[in-house]
Nanobody, 124 residues
Framework: QVQLVESGGGLVQAGGSLRLSCAAS????????MGWFRQAPGKEREFVAS????????RYADSVKGRFTISRDNANNTLYLQMNSLKPEDTAVYHC?????????????????WGQGTQVTVSS
């Protein structure tokens, strides 16, 4: 089992920045590829970004490419999502997730462990 707890969400104006964190506990954090997903009201959960176990490869949704950066600190069992140039359409609950192995996946079905999420609200 892997337990994931997100933090860092909040209310920000358009153009602003937030940094999300995801603290992991349980099994060895560096054994897992990790990802961020988001879910807006009335919409399906969608892929945002993912990272391999060692941080060597990252993937991004087209909608956030160039604005968001995913990173990880294996020594401290923490995943991050730096979000810059935020837009109102980025408003959602953001969830971190641990994949079934070391890779950076984009599909919801490739992730086995999920956090409860943190709310991000971007005002116009």
């Amino acid at each position: 089992q892997v337990q994931l707890v997100e933090s860092g969400g909040g209310l920000v104006q358009a153009g602003g920045s937030l940094r999300l964190s995801c603290a992991a506990s349980g099994r060895i954090f560096s054994n897992y590829g990790m990802g961020w997903f988001r879910q807006a009201p009335g919409k399906e959960r969608e892929f945002v970004a993912s990272i391999t176990w060692n941080g060597a490869i990252t993937r991004y949704a087209d909608s956030v490419k160039g604005r968001f950066t995913i990173s990880r600190d294996n020594a401290n069992n923490t995943l991050y999502l730096q979000m810059n140039s935020l837009k109102p359409e980025d408003t959602a609950v953001y969830h971190c997730a641990a994949a079934s192995n070391l890779n950076a996946y984009t599909r919801f079905s490739d992730y086995h462990y999920w956090g409860q999420g943190t709310q991000v609200t971007v005002s116009s």
